[in-house]
Structures are given as structure tokens and as C-alpha cells.
Antibody, heavy 117, light 107 residues
Framework: EVQLLESGGGLVQPGGSLRLSCTAS????????MSWVRQAPGKGLEWVSS????????YYADSVKGRFTISRDNSKKTLYLQMNSLRGEDTALYFC??????????WGQGTLVTVSS | ERLMTQSPATLSVSPGERATLSCRAS??????LAWYQQKPGQAPRLLIH???TRATGIPVRFSGSGSGTEFILSISSLQSEDLAVYYC?????????FGQGTRLEIK
């Protein structure tokens, strides 16, 4: 069974930083691109970032480019999202997702990030 | 950027009837389109990829069609458990983009 477990969310002040993690199980993590997708409260889905199988290629939404960094550790089966210079509009539920550059086949339950003073 | 537009915003359908949801792309996305179902309080679930291929475990009453810029998600014989928001997503080009969603209500 595919499982994606996110962690690292919380309350942070504007301008602050957070690092999200996603631990994967139930599939060969190193063989698949991975992504982060977010959902602001009461809103729709927004793709944030994707990373290739090796981590060599990364892609970002314009809204987070230059502030967020996606990475992965295949030995630990873990995906990361380093978020810097956080803004109120970054407040959302962040989903770890299997896939990137194609359909998003499996989703975690999400971790909530709240940016507020 | 490929802008994805879904219609209607809200759809109300009686149990047992068919629901038809639309998704339009601002430019051709070929067949690189997926549909997702998000039930209240849950993470999204992949329903359809490649515009018309059901994902693993998805009931046959869900079907997708279309290519290029016009796509349809059909749900035949609607059930109460189908209450959800449905999103389309294109993966033809970066950035990956979603439609704004269609809320499906059960009459």
C-alpha cells in the first residue's frame, strides 16, 4: 500500500521559514518524480513544485520560485520542501504527491502551514 | 501557462442520473489531462489520466473523454458517495495547472 506521510507544518510569522518532509512507503521511491501541491483554506488545488527521480531537475510555480526549494533523499525515501520568506498567501494545506510532469497518482493527507503574526 | 476552466462551478444531480462535468484548456494539452475527486475533509484522489484512462480501482461509472482543449468527465448512475469537488489538471506543459473545480451536489 502506497503511503505518503507529511510533517513539518505549523504556525510561522511572515518572513519566516519552515521545512516540510514527506516519508514514502509502499513503492520504489527512487523511481518516481515527486511533487508538492497546496490548497489554501476553502480554495482549489495549486501545484507548487516537482522534482525528478534523481533530484537533478526541479520545477516551481512562479508564486514560490526563489523562495521554496524542493529536494529528495532517495536513501531515506523522503521528499522535502524548504520554504523561506513565507507570506500570508502561503497559508495552505501542503500535500505530498507521487508524480510530477504527469498525473498525480497518490496523495498524502497533507500538513497545514499557517503564516501569521 | 495553460489556463484550465471548469464548468459549471456547481452541479446538482439526482441519484441514479448522469453528471457531466466540463474542462477547457486555453491551449491544446493533447491528452495530457487528469481528473481528481476530493471528498469533504479528504485528500484528492486520481480518477482519470490520459484524458480517458481510469485509475486503479476507479468504478466504471466514471469515464473521461476529449482531447486538445475540450474534456468531459461523466459519472453515470450517480451515487450519494460521489458528493465531492472534481478538478481537472493538465500535465502537458510546465507549470502544471488545475481547474478551479466543480462542486457536485446530490439532489
Amino acid at each position: 500500500e502506497v503511503q505518503l506521510l507529511e510533517s513539518g507544518g505549523g504556525l510561522v510569522q511572515p518572513g519566516g521559514s519552515l521545512r516540510l518532509s514527506c516519508t514514502a512507503s509502499g513503492f520504489t521511491f527512487s523511481s518516481y518524480a515527486m511533487s508538492w501541491v497546496r490548497q489554501a483554506p476553502g480554495k482549489g488545488l495549486e501545484w507548487v513544485s516537482s522534482v525528478s527521480t534523481t533530484g537533478d531537475n526541479t520545477y516551481y510555480a512562479d508564486s514560490v520560485k526563489g523562495r521554496f526549494t524542493i529536494s529528495r533523499d532517495n536513501s531515506k525515501k523522503t521528499l522535502y520542501l524548504q520554504m523561506n520568506s513565507l507570506r500570508g498567501e502561503d497559508t495552505a494545506l501542503y500535500f505530498c504527491v507521487w508524480g510530477g510532469g504527469n498525473s498525480f497518482d497518490y496523495w498524502g493527507q497533507g500538513t497545514l502551514v499557517t503564516v501569521s503574526s | 501557462e495553460r489556463l484550465m476552466t471548469q464548468s459549471p462551478a456547481t452541479l446538482s444531480v439526482s441519484p441514479g442520473e448522469r453528471a457531466t462535468l466540463s474542462c477547457r484548456a486555453s491551449q491544446s494539452v493533447s491528452s495530457n489531462l487528469a481528473w481528481y475527486q476530493q471528498k469533504p475533509g479528504q485528500a484528492p484522489r486520481l480518477l482519470i489520466h490520459g484524458a480517458s484512462t481510469r485509475a486503479t480501482g476507479i468504478p466504471v461509472r466514471f469515464s473521461g473523454s476529449g482531447s486538445g482543449t475540450e474534456f468531459i468527465l461523466s459519472i453515470s448512475s450517480l451515487q450519494s458517495e460521489d458528493l465531492a469537488v472534481y478538478y481537472c489538471q493538465q500535465y502537458d506543459e510546465w507549470p502544471l495547472t488545475f481547474g478551479q473545480g466543480t462542486r457536485l451536489e446530490i439532489k
